[in-house]
């Protein structure tokens, strides 16, 4: 898939999620790689993402986080990375079949509270085995999975590093998603469809993570 229909595809993703109450207030961002695998496209500062457009978009490097270009269609000058793109960056570099990444505000994400400490940084989190898991391609009974948390620092930066440091610690790590805590999920795939299937995933085990604790 070329870059201009992976905009178009991302484009109407945003506005289902903005349905859904998960990006609301140009809360959240989502990306997928360029044609040219060392760069990636992920949406503007700043956008409305139920009025996303082709052009909200902004191309950055994976490895130097340089701006390539400001916008798909040359007609946006003004559109900046938001400071989110640089926990984009970390799993890009992790993960070279990774295609998109999905960053969202569930609700359920929001309310899940497990008081991490900003010396932590991370911490894995046991999750229930339902049969959702599998739609992250795994069909192990019952396979007492664990999944990172990471505690919600003001500078985004923070949060970026202790992603990076995790991956180098867990190469192993299972699942595709990770959650910044009172904040939401970030997950990807190999394609942006995948990466969709993983979102939908996440956002139903949070919720049901969510009522357990009631």
């Not at 992976?6 to 609301?24: D, G, T």
């Not at 909200?56 to 270009?69: M, N, P, R, W, Y």
């Not at 970390?90 to 999905?102: A, T």
Request: hydrophobic share 40%; glycine share 4%.
């Amino acid at each position: 898939m070329g870059d201009q229909a992976s905009v178009r595809e991302i484009v109407h993703l945003a506005k289902i999620y903005y349905q859904r109450q998960w990006m609301f207030a140009t809360a959240g961002n989502l990306s997928f790689r360029a044609e040219t695998p060392s760069q990636f496209w992920v949406t503007a500062s700043g956008k409305n993402k139920g009025n996303l457009t082709e052009s909200d978009f902004v191309c950055v490097e994976v490895a130097s986080a340089t701006l390539i270009k400001n916008s798909p269609t040359n007609s946006e000058p003004t559109n900046k990375p938001s400071a989110e793109t640089s926990i984009h960056r970390s799993i890009y570099r992790h993960f070279n079949d990774v295609q998109s990444i999905l960053h969202v505000h569930t609700l359920s994400s929001n309310l899940l509270n497990f008081n991490l400490d900003p010396s932590e940084g991370f911490r894995l989190i046991k999750i229930p085995n339902i049969e959702m898991i599998k739609a992250y391609g795994i069909w192990k009974e019952k396979p007492n999975l664990e999944m990172a948390v990471f505690y919600n620092y003001g500078d985004v930066a923070q949060i970026a590093e202790q992603i990076s440091i995790f991956f180098n610690e867990n190469p192993e790590y299972p699942l595709p998603f990770l959650l910044v805590e009172e904040h939401g999920p970030t997950v990807w795939g190999k394609t942006i469809d995948e990466a969709n299937r993983h979102l939908e995933a996440t956002a139903f085990l949070f919720d049901v993570m969510q009522e357990l604790r009631k």
